[in-house]
């Protein structure tokens, strides 16, 4: 079984600084991994993943993540933040079966407050 | 194109009830899975059908049902309510069972 955990509930920051929200998973399997984004009152939307190849993902709005399979992480960046990233973020781990993505499991989130 | 559609958006009910919750998948796209999330936690996933049968069930009674229909839509039944089933339950899909998940943006149920 997998689980993840978001080692921050919540992040603030300051607008134009940099940010790192931190995740690391558990897993008996291969993984892939995925970060996705929930502005307040929606759904979530997919910033990015990582099913093979670089371990350096790059996504939308600017963030990037990098897998480090010996640390078990999957750390999200930003080299600089706007007032439009606050939001909740969520890591997520799926199996890899057979090559084919099995059902997410998610953290708890991360709320990310950027202040002007 | 059209993303993941929900509804209701919103939704009250008194424990006991029943509700159906559905969805409308990205074109082309032929598996939905529905997760529950509850206020202040991740989504946590409760079912994935693809090609109108099941392919997954999360940690969830047999009061939650889901089926999937030929237009590759899907309804979600939750029975006899509790309170505790109050969250923002969430839709997505996926070309097939095994592909990227785009979600929609939740039905929020309340349960009096």
């Known amino acids: 079984a997998q689980s993840v955990t978001q080692l921050d509930s919540q992040v603030p920051v300051f607008e134009e600084a940099p940010v790192e929200l931190r995740c690391n998973y558990s897993?008996?399997?291969?993984?892939?991994l995925f970060w996705y984004v929930q502005y307040p009152n929606q759904g979530l939307q997919l910033l990015l993943k990582?099913?093979?190849?670089?371990?350096l993902v790059k996504g939308i709005n600017g963030f990037e993540a990098e897998f480090n399979k010996s640390q078990t992480s999957f750390h999200l960046r930003k080299p600089s933040v706007h007032i439009s990233d606050t939001a909740e973020y969520f890591c997520?781990?799926?199996?890899?079966?057979?090559?084919?993505?099995?059902?997410?499991?998610f953290g708890k989130g991360t709320k990310l407050s950027v202040k002007p | 194109d059209a993303g993941v559609t929900q509804s209701p958006t919103h939704l009250i009910k008194t424990r006991g009830q029943h509700v159906t919750l559905r969805c409308s998948p990205i074109?082309?796209?032929?598996?939905v899975s529905w997760y529950q999330q509850v206020l202040g936690q991740g989504p946590q996933f409760i079912f994935q059908?693809?090609?109108?049968?099941?392919?997954g069930r999360g940690n969830f009674p047999d009061r939650f049902s889901a089926r999937q229909f030929p237009n590759y839509s899907s309804e979600l039944n939750v029975n006899a309510l509790l309170l505790g089933d109050s969250a923002l339950y969430l839709c997505?899909?996926?070309?097939?069972?095994?592909?990227?998940?785009?979600f929609g943006p939740g039905t929020r149920l309340t349960v009096l």
């Open positions: 990582y099913l093979s190849g670089s371990t």
């Open positions: 897993s008996s399997v291969s993984v892939y």
């Open positions: 059908y693809y090609e109108k049968e099941e392919r």
């Open positions: 997505a899909s996926s070309l097939a069972a095994g592909d990227t998940q785009y």
């Open positions: 997520a781990v799926s199996d890899r079966l057979g090559g084919s993505q099995g059902n997410l499991i």
């Open positions: 074109s082309g796209h032929k598996s």
